[in-house]
């Protein structure tokens, strides 16, 4: 157990939708970091918070968002959703601000799309 | 930019066996870490070690043992006497400035 939760588990819902992310990082984590995992894009940054406040961009759409709360809990909302917004979701939390930091990852959102 | 390379896509091996998963990285940076994580069938990420390029020493943990070798750009990681339990895929990371830099990753199967 890393000790960082995500919830829910799995996720089933229709073109066109929004759903909501959550993840809790590791007691003492100040950075949350978010990353899709899909069949042909692989492991893939998302976003990077870091108490609260957003320090880095990766491949996120902009139909996607995210925020960092003063609980240091993050959320990763997702709109008007495609078929190819299928994937595992993951969160990761680290110490530091820097990405060299251990980052331990929550054990995934799996999001189906239908 | 940072760029992990796994070119091994799956591996079987039949358990007891000595297995190695080969991870080519590239950077410019002068100083840096490197990752390994373990996905098993579950689905989760499982951090495994974390290493500096000041450090070229093998690191060993139980059956798992790590090889850096700056000087070729691999950090290579071996399993000794596999276990079905290692059947997972593996993945080598490389920090860049914000985030971490996953290679394709290796799929152990270990066939009882």
Do not use: M
């Amino acid at each position: 157990d890393s000790g960082v939760t995500q919830t829910p588990k799995h996720l089933i819902t229709a073109t066109g939708q929004r759903v909501t992310l959550r993840c809790s990082p590791r007691s003492g984590d100040l950075s949350v970091y978010w990353y899709q995992q899909s069949l042909d894009q692989g492991l893939q940054f998302l976003i990077q918070y870091y108490n609260g406040e957003e320090r880095a961009k990766g491949n996120i759409l902009e139909r996607f968002s995210a925020q960092q709360f003063p609980d240091l809990h993050s959320e990763l909302n997702l709109s008007s959703l495609e078929l190819g917004d299928s994937a595992l979701y993951f969160c990761a939390s680290s110490v530091g601000v820097r990405a060299s930091y251990e980052q331990y990852f929550g054990p995934g959102t799996r999001l189906t799309v239908t | 930019a940072q760029k992990v390379t796994q070119a091994q896509t799956e591996i079987s091996v039949v358990e007891k066996e000595d297995v190695t998963l080969d991870c080519v990285y590239e950077t410019r940076d002068t100083t840096y870490y490197l990752f390994w994580y373990k996905q098993p069938p579950s689905g989760e990420l499982v951090f495994l070690i974390r290493r500096n390029s000041f450090d070229e020493q093998n690191e060993i943990s139980g059956r798992y043992s790590w090889n850096f070798q700056k000087s070729t750009s691999s950090f290579n990681f071996t399993i000794t006497a596999s276990q079905v339990v290692d059947s997972a895929v593996y993945f080598c990371a490389l920090p860049g400035a914000n985030n971490l830099f996953f290679g394709t990753g290796t799929r152990l199967t270990v066939i009882p």
